[in-house]
Antibody
Framework: QVQLQESSPGLVRPSETLSLTCTVS????????WSWIRRPPGKGLEWIGD???????NYSPSLKSRVIISIDTSQNQFSLKMTSVTTADTAVYYC??????????????WGRGALVSVSS | SSELTQDPAVSVALGQTVRITCQGD??????ASWYQQKPGQAPRRVVY???NRPLGISDRFSGSTSGNTASLTISGAQAEDEGDYYC????????????FGGGTKLTVL
């Protein structure tokens, strides 16, 4: 059974950099796409971006200028860095596996989520 | 358009059937996947592809797509089906983006 676990910085100051790591267990990271998704309080899910085991990335157009996703296949981990955060970046951040089958792309395994608060 | 549009809220009487819809151009390339999210929990996939369910998901959940509109149908809704439902799809091409619908809050009366 594949499991994902986010690390969480908890509190980040405005204008600083948010850093999260997702550790994958129960399966290899050297396949599939690996994504970051967030849900701000009172709002819906928002896709941030993803990475393939080769290091190839795709980002949300609205966040692309502030986000970097990287992968460490030796540690079965992938990471998110978001620069110049504001209070609007306060959210629960999820890591998830992105897969394709039956004509559809879908997130089949999710972490439990990590609450990140941006506040001074 | 890079958006998926869902009705913000839907209600259904206990035991009745409800349909949640999702509309967007990306659905012309790939079928939608659907997720249920309850407070304090991660989203859970309930339908993907053209009416496929993961193991452990009740057959009360079914999906369909027509043109740029995807639908999630819950037959015989139960109290435990209350929650937020999101559709999801991906644009075509190598430099793609992934999009979620705005979510539909389902209330079982």
């Amino acid at each position: 059974q594949v499991q994902l676990q986010e690390s969480s910085p908890g509190l980040v100051r405005p204008s600083e950099t948010l850093s999260l790591t997702c550790t994958v267990s129960g399966g290899s990271i050297t396949s599939y796409f690996w994504s970051w998704i967030r849900r701000p309080p009172g709002k819906g899910l928002e896709w941030i971006g993803d990475i393939y085991h080769t290091g190839s990335t795709n980002y949300s157009p609205s966040l692309k200028s502030r986000v970097i996703i990287s992968i460490d296949t030796s540690q079965n981990q992938f990471s998110l860095k978001m620069t110049s955060v504001t209070t609007a970046d306060t959210a629960v951040y999820y890591c998830a596996r992105f897969a394709y089958n039956y004509g559809s792309w879908y997130f089949d395994y999710w972490g439990r989520g990590a609450l990140v608060s941006v506040s001074s | 358009s890079s958006e998926l549009t869902q009705d913000p809220a839907v209600s259904v009487a206990l035991g009745q059937t409800v349909r949640i819809t999702c509309q967007g151009d990306t659905l012309r390339s790939y079928d939608a996947s659907w997720y249920q999210q309850k407070p304090g929990q991660a989203p859970r996939r309930v339908v993907y592809g053209n009416n496929n369910r993961p193991l452990g998901i009740s057959d009360r959940f079914s999906g369909s797509t027509s043109g740029n509109t995807a639908s999630l149908t819950i037959s015989g809704a139960q109290a435990e089906d209350e929650g937020d439902y999101y559709c999801n799809s991906r644009s075509s091409g190598e430099n793609y983006y992934v999009v979620f619908g705005g979510g539909t809050k389902l209330t079982v009366l």
